[in-house]
């Protein structure tokens, strides 16, 4: 029987790639392990083996076809005489591209599974649009957020020598998730350091050139490894300028993704924001969109204060307009109105921001017209803007995929209860991820975490309305 | 000498004698093969030892007034006093450049003496009040100055010496030439980010050396009780750093071992290990009655290896240096230890508005 070759995926969160090449041609006899094609996204390059014995009968996709879908079939391969053309046919449904995004480009981009087990949020809505706060006159590209942040670290240690930037696989790997792409080669590995799998040490030795007044950037694979470090973020990065009465400062960023990715489990998907907001003498910065986390990131690499700098492993992919020039921030501490409503405000950061927006969309064909704010920053958390839209709308839903307890949402409605409880014709209503550990089957991920519906029924629910 | 007497009959040769044989990177080599005693120790010169007997006396004094101010509670919170191991960090600052950088744990004031911090600014960190050098907001075990490149005081065992890596990171970095010297206890020395710290400053062959200072307990446990391998020089063994252990109760010894670890560090051949075995005569901190070792091991001690005593002797011995001269220069201590105390006891608390003062900077 014919057996189709499968688009590979690379990753948990990869749904389509480029088929770079074909190392096989129709007609060529393989064996199980034989290389037969390369793929490639931009986060990394791959090889595909071939696991069956027989004759490479049909290749379905050309080399160098663009976003092909995971899971597409890619070619066929037969027994000596066997017919290949019964294969191939019916399953070779063309991937559909992606959503419009602002600026599509070849990228990894929010593919079309909402509907499918995998836990992904909504693609990036049409109504996004980050541009008022973008300088008059710039240049605007499409970039993803994994190459806003390169590009943010790039400039930053173009422009200060004393930035540096370590952890593991930073350099010579060009990054786990290949956000450091290209910085080994500009920069040498002085400056881009391939630590060893020691968070904690590495964490503290960072720290520690810190206090010096060096510029540290240190990566953690994940935030979840960085419990394992997190005494020295704590204890000693966000705590020696006050216990040293303002003579050592602390210049560092602690970067790296976040919270949930896909099928990971849940040593893999705790998103950390609340704890670290939990801390004086830290900034906690949280991002959702491309020109965000390059503004922010520059921001915190020039900040003289520990940052943590919370990414997301789902959102790299994702492309936005981002303004191009090397002084281009945006403040610590500054959240943003991004779309405008009367009827409720949903407020939400980071990952979350997916959810709400979307949810804005689904809202406004039934006639409630959300304000949606990005909070940016976690802390200090600009609760001003959030109680400015409050009195405008007088109803909040608070999101986030973290857990309920003590989380971000939980503070940011204290706040609107301690500063304009007189405003809000509705309790606050909150959406969180599940307060369970993060479950590896499909079906239970994406039940642990937030979803659009949920956040239209708590707007709906805040605003009385069926 | 002193501290391996505990472990053997012979004492008086085992710490030189190791230190001897590891020492691939010593100067010269007329110690080789040699078993050094007290009479073949590197010498100092008169002004060599007077300096050293200075400075430790004022170490011990301190020490002893904080000791008293905490008993009046002037002093709250912890206190861990450095009685007893002053060898070390004098002997260590004796060999130590300007611009080298100091770390250590929560046994501090020591280390912020030798540095050349002011007595009043630790002592009034103590008793909490504003003239501190961290304004009241430290205390005992937190107190910094970039001025002197003293970089604490740190409270969580062990947490200093990745940070210290870290300093010798920034020499490495800025190819500066200075030398950090993490110090850390015989309790810290089981942490396991010191061998996460051990790796990356042999790998990238950073410039600080690890000071163990093996004073015997970790809090109440003795090490012999806490640790697999007693011999903290050879900690360093699996990842390739030298070590030596070193009678950390002479002076001597101490500033002849501390030359070859930070000559090592400060030509690019990377991290070096000391252990100096030396001995606390107090308890862990003041609430310690130390009921874990006998008062005569204490006792032994001090009447036999104290580290300001021996060059005391010498000093009369060997430099004929008189009694008067001896305690004029103990009045002076004491002058500086008294005016330290009465200003920390008179200098106000912090004013209420620095509660929220030094918890970020301000972003420029």
């Known amino acids: 029987m014919p057996i189709e070759i499968l688009m590979p995926a690379l990753s948990p969160t990869m749904e389509q790639g480029k088929l770079a090449k074909w190392l096989k041609a129709e007609g060529d006899r393989v064996k199980a392990g034989d290389i037969i094609a390369e793929i490639e996204t931009d986060k990394a390059t791959m090889e595909v083996e071939a696991i069956d014995e027989g004759i490479l009968a049909k290749i379905l996709i050309a080399e160098g076809a663009e976003n092909v879908a995971v899971n597409t079939p890619i070619g066929v391969i037969t027994a000596e005489g066997e017919d290949a053309s019964a294969a191939g046919k019916p399953a070779a449904k063309p991937a559909e ?73 930073v350099a010579e790997y060009q990054g786990a998730y290949k956000v450091t792409q290209g910085l080994l080669q500009e920069f040498g590995p002085k400056r881009v350091i391939d630590t060893p799998i020691t968070e904690h040490g590495f964490a503290g030795i960072g720290v520690g050139a810190a206090l010096t ?47 949930a990715a896909a099928r990971v489990g849940a040593q893999h998907s705790h998103d950390y924001a609340a704890w670290y907001s939990n801390v004086p003498g830290l900034k906690v910065v949280m991002p959702y969109s491309a020109s965000d986390a390059k503004g922010l990131l520059k921001s915190a690499i020039r900040d003289p204060n520990p940052i943590i700098f919370l990414e997301n492993e789902i959102l790299y992919g994702r492309s936005f307009d981002v303004p191009k020039g090397d002084d281009i921030l945006v403040p610590i501490g500054k959240a943003k109105v991004v779309r405008p409503g009367t009827d409720v405000t949903i407020v939400s950061f980071g990952i979350g921001m997916t959810y709400a927006l979307a949810a804005a969309e689904a809202l406004a064909k039934e006639g409630i017209e959300a304000e949606v704010i990005d909070l940016r920053t976690i802390r200090p958390m600009d609760i001003e803007t959030v109680i400015a839209s409050i009195q405008k709308t007088h109803r909040c839903v608070a999101v986030e995929e973290g857990f309920p307890q003590s989380g971000v949402t939980a503070e940011i409605g204290m706040k609107i209860m301690e500063a304009a409880f007189d405003w809000l014709d509705a309790p606050v209503a909150r959406v969180t991820g599940k307060d369970v550990p993060m479950p590896y089957a499909a079906n239970l991920e994406k039940l642990a975490l937030p979803n659009v519906g949920e956040v239209v029924a708590a707007a709906k629910a805040v605003c009385y309305r069926a | ?110 280390h912020m ?111 012999s009780r806490a640790s697999a391998q007693t011999d903290f020089s050879r900690r360093g063994v699996s990842f390739g750093i030298p070590g030596e252990q070193v009678d950390g109760m002479d002076v001597r010894a101490v500033r002849a071992a501390a030359e070859r670890a930070i000559e090592h560090a400060r030509t690019g051949k990377g991290p070096y290990i000391l252990e100096m075995q030396t001995y606390r005569y107090r308890g862990h901190s003041m609430s310690d009655p130390a009921k874990y070792r006998s008062k005569d091991e204490v006792q032994r001690m001090r009447e036999e290896h104290d580290p300001i005593e021996q060059v005391r002797g010498r000093l009369t011995r060997e430099h004929k240096v008189g009694e008067d001269e001896l305690k004029a220069i103990d009045a002076k201590v004491r002058e500086i230890v008294n005016d330290a105390a009465e200003f920390a006891t008179h200098d106000p608390e912090p004013d209420v508005s620095e509660l929220f003062t030094d918890i970020l900077l301000e972003t420029a």
């Open chain 1, 213 to 259: 007044g060096l510029k540290p950037i240190v990566e953690f694979m994940t935030f979840n490894f960085a419990m394992q470090a997190i005494d020295q973020i704590i204890n000693s990065a966000a705590k020696t300028l006050y216990m040293s009465g303002g003579q050592m400062g602390c210049p560092i960023v602690f970067r790296g993704p976040n919270g």
């Open chain 2, 113 to 223: 003496l030798a540095c050349g911090m002011e007595s009043r600014g630790v002592m009034a960190e103590l008793t909490g009040r504003q003239g501190g050098y961290s304004r009241g907001k430290g205390g005992s075990m937190h107190m910094f100055s970039r001025e002197k490149n003293f970089y604490g005081g740190h409270g969580i065992v062990g947490a200093q010496v990745s940070l210290g890596a870290g300093l010798g990171f920034a020499n490495w970095y800025r190819e500066d030439g200075r030398v950090s010297m993490a110090y850390f206890g015989d309790g810290a020395a089981n942490q396991g980010q010191v061998y996460e710290s051990f790796n990356m400053a042999q790998l990238w062959k950073l410039p600080v050396v690890f000071v163990i200072e093996n004073n015997r307990y970790a809090m109440g446990t003795s090490v």
């Open chain 1, 97 to 169: 591209p992606p959503p419009a995004v602002a600026g599509e480009g070849p990228k990894e981009a929010a593919a079309p599974k909402a509907e499918s087990a995998v836990a992904n949020p909504p693609a990036t809505p049409k109504s996004y649009d980050a541009s008022s706060e973008f300088p008059a006159g710039a240049e605007i590209v499409t970039m993803t957020v994994r190459e806003a942040l390169r590009d943010a670290m790039a400039e930053e240690m173009r422009r200060d020598g004393d930035v540096f930037v370590m952890g593991e696989e």
């Open chain 2, 1 to 110: 000498m002193a501290v391996a007497a505990r472990k053997t009959k012979a004492p008086a040769t085992k710490a030189a004698a190791k230190a001897t044989g590891k020492s691939g990177s010593a100067k010269g080599g007329a110690d080789k093969g040699a078993v050094k005693t007290l009479s073949n120790m590197p010498n100092f010169s008169k002004a060599e030892e007077l300096h050293a007997y200075r400075e430790m006396l004022l170490i011990r004094r301190f020490e002893e007034k904080a000791g008293q101010m905490y008993g009046m509670g002037l002093i709250g919170g912890f206190c861990h006093l450095y009685i007893g191991q002053e060898a070390v960090v004098i002997g260590m600052q004796m060999a130590s450049k300007e611009g080298d950088q100091t770390i250590t744990g929560y046994r501090d004031h020591g």
